[in-house]
């Protein structure tokens, strides 16, 4: 398979997963989709300069992350969560479905409650990502990762435990 | 709860890191065995799917719906690579004495129409190409020469019957291996039989080619891929400016790689006065190999124009071992005509470019790095103090990054340059064009050289003292052939370019800063060395 056709596969794949990773950072959506469409044309190239990729959709992640922040740092602060309304507030019917209601609504407030690296290394890590893949993409160790990992599963768990 | 730090390096239970490479499949046997036996581990795996799980909920039911769609229809990778498309203006032909056949006109207008509409697919491209060169009547009386497991063998363009007796255990397997593939064998050289084949495919990929010969004939190649039935890809090659094929490719699953291409006779292949269906082995239609000298020389010219570093222009032999196939996709038109220009003396050498072009630099296609907002805010201003100011320490660190790329490039060139003239290879060139290799050879690691100083002229402010002695030949670098010593440079300028991106735009703590900052210190200490040792060998 050629590096056009490898990409070409992984672009149509992956882009929907890398926008929503964009966006999750706060990416306005215009922007996002104009990170992820340079993120794949990135790879590409580099794959294109005969650079060895042992895992490009780790490194799809990676470069994304690294634009997203480099918007970030450039244009406005961003909330990792989203434009800053409370997605719970948002359910269709609430009144159908009060516990699971208040249940989301104490996993909502617990996931804001984790540092920004335990939420992107949870995010990472339910994407599909390894461990040291998710290490590679934040540009931290795997012992770092299994830190922010397993505080993030401490505190989810508390919060499931009561439910 | 990470038991290992709680209960020390003695504990009997696995980490939460070593969990997680558990659910990798990156564990040693003995501790999967340990997982499934131990009820706290077993436990505690069980507690970090259920918070993955959890996460993912909430993931999938409350953001992502709130997410909005992309605002704009994602562009194809094709356009991407390309960059925008301004409008190309129709290639003026110029008519011969004779009036043209006016189906061959019409071919010559769709050629144009459907190769310089950018915002076509590839699939729309062939079908269109396809259709226009199916109209075309076809040639009864011509033959192919159809090569198949090292022979070539000579065959009517058209034969009366699919299933006419042969002698031939070759060609009884490929009329058998066509009859499988829905193929229709008794003319496969044509587009209309090519696309009938194709039409009737569940899923495929196609793709759309320019090739241009060293003599400026240009013709399309139609490929199609299809991971269903035996016939895997095949390709067809369409003459411009009439769209008549001459060449195909066949790729079955069983059988390899079967070639066509129309034989002319009176040059190389016979003429046959009976278009009988037996085939006659003859020989190729050109013999003489193209030798490593013909790449070699292919390198020496792009190198002249600095294609042969940093741009998508591949090199390899057909499948004949005939000629060299240079390969350029997501170039401006310039740049094509540059490449065409420089490759034109040579002989043996096959042009293939995509059959769109890009009117845009490819370097600006790429957007300029930035340093990462993830330096810490302390270590940032520290960096910026000493490059005298915020806007100096970007105008740097846009250029340091640039610079690392481009010594990764170089030393991409000089591998590949290793990796085809390996001393065997070299020592088999006359003399001339050993010259040749040393000289390129010599160039890239000039260049790299230069590249690697003006990354340390740069980073000074930042590093610490680089030891600049003699260079030492202790490890036995200068004893080692240049193809060998490639190696260990090559390697150095990668991770030297990996420590850049990770220092400058990576994200990272303040408290591995410091380490990182030596590490690359010493990277390029080494790098540095490595490419003295090497020029001093003189080799």
Redesign the interface.
């Known amino acids: 398979m050629s590096i ?2 490898r ?2 596969a992984l ?1 149509e794949a992956e ?1 929907h997963n890398i ?2 990773y964009v ?2 950072f706060g990416v306005p ?2 922007r ?2 104009e990170l ?3 993120t ?3 790879l ?2 580099t794959m ?4 060895a990729i042992e895992n490009p959709r780790a490194w799809l992640y990676k470069v994304a ?2 634009c997203a ?2 918007f ?3 244009e406005h602060t961003f909330d990792g ?3 800053g ?1 409370d ?2 507030d ?2 269709p019917d609430p009144e159908h479905a009060a516990m699971e209601h208040q249940r ?1 609504a104490v ?2 407030a617990a ?1 804001r409650e984790l540092s920004p690296q335990q939420r992107n290394c ?2 990472l ?2 994407a599909g990502l ?2 040291r893949e998710i290490a590679e993409v ?3 160790s ?2 770092a ?3 922010f ?2 505080r ?3 505190r ?2 508390g ?2 435990d009561g439910y | 709860m990470d038991t290992k730090h709680l209960a020390g390096a003695g504990s009997l239970h696995l980490s939460d890191e070593e969990l997680a490479r558990f659910e990798d499949g990156e564990i040693a046997e003995q501790d999967a065995r340990h997982i499934e036996a131990c009820e706290q581990c077993g436990g505690r795996l069980r507690d970090m799917q259920a918070s993955y799980a959890a996460y993912r909920l909430h993931w999938d039911t409350l953001c992502a719906p709130l997410f909005p769609p992309p605002p704009q229809p994602w562009q194809p990778l094709d356009c991407l690579i390309e960059g925008p498309q301004p409008p190309h203006p129709l290639r003026s032909f110029r008519w011969g004495p004779f009036p043209a056949l006016a189906g061959a006109v019409l071919a010559i207008i769709i050629a144009a129409l459907v190769l310089y509409n950018p915002g076509q697919g590839a699939s729309a491209r062939a079908t269109q190409l396809l259709t226009a060169s199916a109209k075309l009547p076809s040639s009864r009386h011509g033959l192919i020469s159809v090569r198949v497991h090292g022979r070539t063998l000579v065959r009517p363009a058209v034969m009366a019957s699919e299933t006419a007796p042969a002698d031939d255990s070759d060609i009884v397997r490929l009329q058998a291996a066509f009859a499988r593939a829905s193929y229709d064998w008794r003319e496969p050289l044509s587009a209309r039989v090519f696309q009938s084949w194709r039409s009737r495919l569940p899923k495929k990929r196609d793709s759309v080619t320019v090739i241009r010969t060293a003599d400026e004939k240009e013709s399309y190649r139609v490929r199609t891929e299809t991971d269903s039935g035996v016939l895997r890809t095949a390709s067809l090659t369409l003459r411009s400016p009439d769209l008549h094929p001459i060449a195909g490719d066949f790729d079955f699953e069983s059988e390899g790689t079967v070639e066509m291409a129309e034989a002319v006779p009176g040059e190389n292949a016979p003429e046959r006065a009976s278009p009988l269906p037996r085939p006659s082995p003859v020989a190729p239609l050109t013999e003489t190999p193209a030798g490593p000298e013909v790449t070699l020389h292919v390198l020496a010219a792009l190198n002249q124009i600095g294609a042969d570093v940093g741009e998508p222009v591949e090199i390899a032999q057909d499948s004949r071992r005939q000629r060299v196939v240079v390969h350029a996709a997501g170039i401006s038109r310039e740049r094509r005509q540059q490449i065409a220009d420089v490759l034109k003396p040579l002989p043996q050498v096959m042009l293939e470019f995509d059959a769109r072009e890009s009117a845009v630099p490819l370097a600006r296609t790429t957007p300029q790095e930035r340093y990462s907002a993830s330096i810490p805010a302390p270590l940032r201003q520290q960096f910026e103090e000493r490059f005298g100011g915020a806007p100096r320490f970007q105008e740097a660190t846009d250029r340091m990054l640039e610079t690392g790329s481009s010594a990764a490039a170089q030393a991409h060139a000089l591998e590949t340059l290793a990796r085809d003239f390996s001393p065997a290879v070299e020592e088999s060139l006359a003399s001339p064009d050993r010259e040749l290799l040393h000289r390129l050879r010599d160039n890239h690691v000039s260049e790299l050289q230069n590249l690697v100083s003006r990354i340390e002229t740069d980073l000074e402010p930042l590093l610490p003292a680089l030891p600049k002695g003699p260079p030492s030949a202790a490890d036995g670098a200068s004893a080692r052939s240049w193809q060998a010593s490639a190696t260990p440079i090559v390697d150095l300028a990668r991770k030297t370019d990996d420590a850049l991106n990770r220092l400058l735009a990576g994200s990272y703590a303040q408290s591995s800063a410091d380490d990182m900052l030596r590490a690359l210190a010493t990277q390029i200490a080494q790098l540095d060395a490595a490419i003295r040792v090497e020029r001093q060998a003189g080799r």
């Open positions: 056009h056709e990409v070409t672009y882009r926008y929503s966006l999750y959506p215009g996002a989709q992820t469409q340079d794949f044309l990135k590409y190239l294109s300069k005969g650079e992350h690294n922040l480099r970030h740092q450039r969560l989203g434009p309304v997605p719970a948002r359910l989301r996993l909502l996931i949870l995010h890590r339910v390894r461990y934040i540009g931290i795997t012992s990762v299994g830190e990992l397993r993030a599963t401490v989810l768990k919060v499931l």
